[in-house]
């Protein structure tokens, strides 16, 4: 009958640990130049980007500044007809003139603007046809404010009756998808002449007038428009933060690279340190 023995434990041999110099060795300069190399290539898309919206803002600035002036100059410009304005499409170049138009309105025509505001007024505008012995124009009457709740009018005011003389700004048509610029009756989102064109029996010229003053009078309650404000706007410093971030990230990458070169001169100097203490005859593990 066959009897156990106990067999001696076999000891497996422990893997070998590194050398002290090997576990504190600086990373290689190789696998820096890789980490420095793509650091760079993201900076330099990212900084691209940065420049890139920085320029756009100051090309809105110019463009703000242009318009401004545009507007500026326009507006101080004597009056003149309107049917020397009003023989072509109304563009941003000619918004903000003073014309004068004299003719009668049409009010089986008018048309109601909805949901417009002037600053922290809601409220509504009102548009119609002047009738003048050269033509038809589109009148936007003003804006009427509206207390908070209260609907908006399925009926415009009555216009003043006869003849009328309309002192006002040359505005181009607005735009917008057709739902807001194709009339649900006598009611429209935005004022656009092409689109009103077609509930209106007569031609009628391209853009509208925007009622400074009306002779005689009208009813209703409207206000004349505000110019738009006259400033730069937030464009310059938006432009200058673009170009500050893209410095930033330039200096980061110095400060990157400079971080990294510290840390291996360091990591260096413990492995020399290490190596140093190993060879000493009076280290302590070397004591037995």
Request: proline share 10%; aromatic share 8%.
């Amino acid at each position: 009958m066959a009897t156990l023995t106990n067999r001696p434990e076999r000891h497996r041999p422990e893997p070998p640990k590194p050398p002290a110099d090997e576990a504190t060795a600086p990373p290689t300069l190789r696998r820096l130049w890789l980490r420095w190399i793509l650091l760079i290539l993201f900076v330099a898309v990212l900084g691209t980007v940065m420049v890139n919206l920085g320029e756009w803002q100051i090309d809105r600035l110019h463009q703000r500044q242009a318009r401004n002036a545009t507007t500026v100059a326009n507006e101080r410009a004597p009056i003149r007809p309107y049917s020397q304005v009003f023989t072509k499409t109304i563009t941003d170049a000619d918004a903000w003139q003073r014309v004068e138009a004299v003719g009668t309105l049409d009010a089986e025509h008018q048309f109601i603007v909805r949901y417009r505001s002037i600053g922290d007024q809601n409220g509504y505008q009102v548009v119609v046809p002047l009738q003048t012995a050269t033509g038809a124009v589109l009148i936007d009457r003003g804006f009427v404010p509206l207390p908070g709740g209260q609907p908006i009018p399925t009926a415009a005011p009555p216009v003043p009756r006869g003849q009328v003389r309309v002192v006002g700004y040359v505005q181009r048509s607005e735009q917008g998808r057709r739902g807001a610029i194709v009339p649900n009756g006598n009611q429209v989102r935005l004022i656009n002449s092409g689109a009103l064109q077609q509930s209106i029996p007569y031609p009628i010229a391209d853009g509208y007038i925007s009622t400074i003053s009306m002779d005689p009078p009208q009813s209703g309650g409207f206000g004349p428009l505000d110019l738009p404000e006259i400033s730069n706007g937030p464009h310059f410093w938006y432009a200058v933060q673009w170009f500050m971030f893209t410095g930033i990230a330039l200096l980061g990458i110095f400060v990157f690279i400079r971080g990294d070169l510290r840390d291996r001169r360091r990591a260096r100097e413990a492995a020399a340190a290490a190596a140093a203490d190993a060879t000493d005859p009076l280290h302590p593990e070397q004591q037995h």
